[in-house]
């Protein structure tokens, strides 16, 4: 329930403070005093469009405060979605919350308990505690798809349109799994060219690393008398040759016997260490004579390289540059033509998929619409009893069921049937209502709607519009009645409507200094605000006066 409202420079209303009750509330006041400002400022709460437009000039922001107590119905759905967004609930028996905008001219600021959330979340706790219907909604009761809406939440049939959604939504992504794969998979001609590519690269077979290993033994082979012709001079130098390194060596170390002969503490450990140097060149040059076993490459065996390894740069010019990528692009003509190969199996898988999932969905949509017809039944009863409580005693009321290819909404349209005149022929409600029979008609299925939903406040703007006389008694009693089952909260310019209300605020427009600027307030004495309505003056003020007092009698 909506406890209390407190707005700050929204257009002509510079501060306001109302405290709700429970039970039916009225709002009156003269046209242009401000009664749609505060209707506008609780949509803001719900989540309603911002209009930056409604910054009171001269000031930088206006703010919309709401408190709201949650009915023991919505404390686990209410608590779910505040815990899911990381806010802590209030953990008190009766917990309070607080729904807060701000709004500049740069951006929007939304609260809820004074931490900062989005809109969206806003708009979904908001949504669960206020229901407001005005002239738009009326408007938007004359179209099938809404209709239809309203039946379902009126059945609580959501459980049965979430399980077509969910079929549905399954359909939507296997066909878009299959334009991918229909988008993805090669005709017959790239099929061709993808084997052609497969073959060419397999006929070759290359291996990892292949053109390394092969282009150095190619450059080793080019190079074979140079490299040859080296390593024979190295070995000359260091063991073959006269006068070479071993021989020198040798030299050395005779000398150094014969010193060691004259005196063996000249040499130290010289003689060992020539002996060491000997040994390293004797092997050194061991090391080069068996490096040209190796170098030795016949013009055969250099052939076969060179044609291998152009084979290989054919393939990485074509498919490269690298080898890694050749492999990559056999890969890739590999998963192609297993794509083209098992084409018709994945169709069948698909069509059959489809089929499965047809099934379910028709299966899903029958049994939703079943219920729905069932649920037509039981709010038509009650429907029809509610307009001949507010003055449609020769009214008919009815709903047509045509089928549709099913979808996430199932497998039904419907039609609103009426007419308001026994003999008549029925029509749909959106070529035979006049505006005042629409909104009573508003009333009427609002009225049994509510009865059926958890929301704990009810709004109606101007619901009473173009209707008079006994109607008008009629709609302020259903509007009474349905205030002792929920907060109902209603802008009105019926005297009849107003003078049945448990609470009576009145928005009144006033001009102080150079600024204009609208007031708020509950009328403890509503008979002078009932008066003006019935057109002002004595014979109005008694009129207001015996209507609350006949009332009271009731």
């Known amino acids: 329930m909506l406890n209390y409202l407190k707005i700050n420079d929204f257009a002509l209303i510079e501060r306001a403070e109302v405290e709700f009750s429970g039970g039916f509330s009225v709002v009156t006041g003269e ?38 107590s949650i009915p023991d119905s919505l404390l686990p759905e209410i608590s779910g979605l505040l815990e899911d967004a990381g806010i802590p609930f209030p953990s008190d028996p009766n917990p309070l919350l607080n729904l807060r905008r701000t709004v500049t001219q ?13 809109a969206k979340l806003l708009a979904d706790i908001g949504g669960r505690l206020i229901d407001l219907h005005g002239a738009n909604e009326q408007i938007s009761l004359t179209i099938p798809a809404r209709q239809l809406e309203l ?17 549905f939504a399954a359909l939507k992504t296997l066909a878009q799994e299959k334009e991918e794969f229909e988008r993805d998979l090669p005709d017959a001609g790239e099929a061709d060219r993808y084997a052609l590519i497969a073959e060419e690269i397999d006929r070759i077979a290359p291996g990892e690393n292949e053109d390394v290993e092969l282009s150095a033994k190619q450059r080793l082979g080019s190079n074979t008398r140079q490299v ?25 170390y005779h000398a150094l016997n014969e010193l060691q002969r004259i005196d063996p503490s000249l040499t130290g450990d010289a003689i060992d260490e020539c002996s060491q140097l000997q040994r390293a060149v004797s092997e050194l040059s061991g090391k080069l004579a068996a490096m040209t076993e190796k170098v030795e490459l016949d013009p055969e065996t250099l052939a076969v390289v060179e044609a291998r390894l152009s084979e290989i740069h054919t393939l990485k010019r074509r498919y490269g540059p690298t080898l890694e990528q050749v492999f990559a692009t056999r890969k890739s003509a590999e998963d192609c033509l297993d794509r083209f190969n098992r084409a018709k199996r994945c169709r069948e898988e698909f069509a059959r998929r489809e089929k499965e999932l047809n ?19 039981k709010f038509l009863a009650l ?21 549709v290819v099913p979808g996430a909404n199932g497998c039904d ?38 009865d059926a939903d958890a929301v704990p406040t009810v709004i109606f703007d101007e619901i009473d519009m173009n209707i008079g006389g006994e109607t008008a008694n009629k709609v302020a009693q259903e509007l009474h009645a349905l205030g002792k089952k929920r907060q109902i909260l209603c802008i009105s310019h019926l ?60």
């Open 31 to 68: 046209s242009g005093a401000g009664k749609s400002i505060l209707m506008n400022s609780i949509e803001l709460l719900t989540g309603g469009r911002v209009e930056k437009s409604g910054i009171r000039s001269g000031c930088r922001n206006y703010t919309v405060c709401g408190e709201f």
């Open 106 to 118: 740069s951006a929007t600021r939304n609260f809820i308990n004074d931490v900062p959330v989005g």
């Open 151 to 167: 039946l379902d939440n009126f059945g609580d049939l959501g459980e049965l349109l979430a399980e077509c959604a969910a079929h």
């Open 228 to 252: 040859l012709e080296t390593l024979g001079n190295l070995t000359g130098i260091l063991t073959e040759n006269e006068n070479g390194i071993a021989d020198q060596l040798g030299s050395v």
């Open 359 to 377: 099934a379910a969905l028709t299966q899903a949509a029958q049994k939703l619409s079943e219920a729905r017809k069932a649920a037509a039944e």
């Open 383 to 403: 429907a029809r009893k509610k307009l001949a409580s507010i003055g449609f005693d020769n009214a008919a009321l009815d709903v047509t069921f045509s089928a």
């Open 413 to 450: 349209r419907i039609e609103l049937l009426f007419n308001a005149n026994r003999g008549e022929e029925l029509r749909p409600l959106r070529k035979v209502a006049s505006s005042g029979e629409l909104s009573r008609v508003m009333l009427a299925l609002k009225t049994v709607l509510a």
């Open 495 to 554: 005297a009849q409507v107003a003078a049945r209300a448990d609470h009576h605020f009145l928005v009144e427009k006033k001009t102080i200094g150079e600024r204009t600027i609208s007031e708020v307030r509950e009328l403890s004495d509503p008979v002078p605000e009932l008066a003006r309505m019935l057109g002002g003056g004595d014979s109005a003020l008694r009129h207001a006066g015996d209507l609350l007092h006949s009332l009271k009698k009731r």
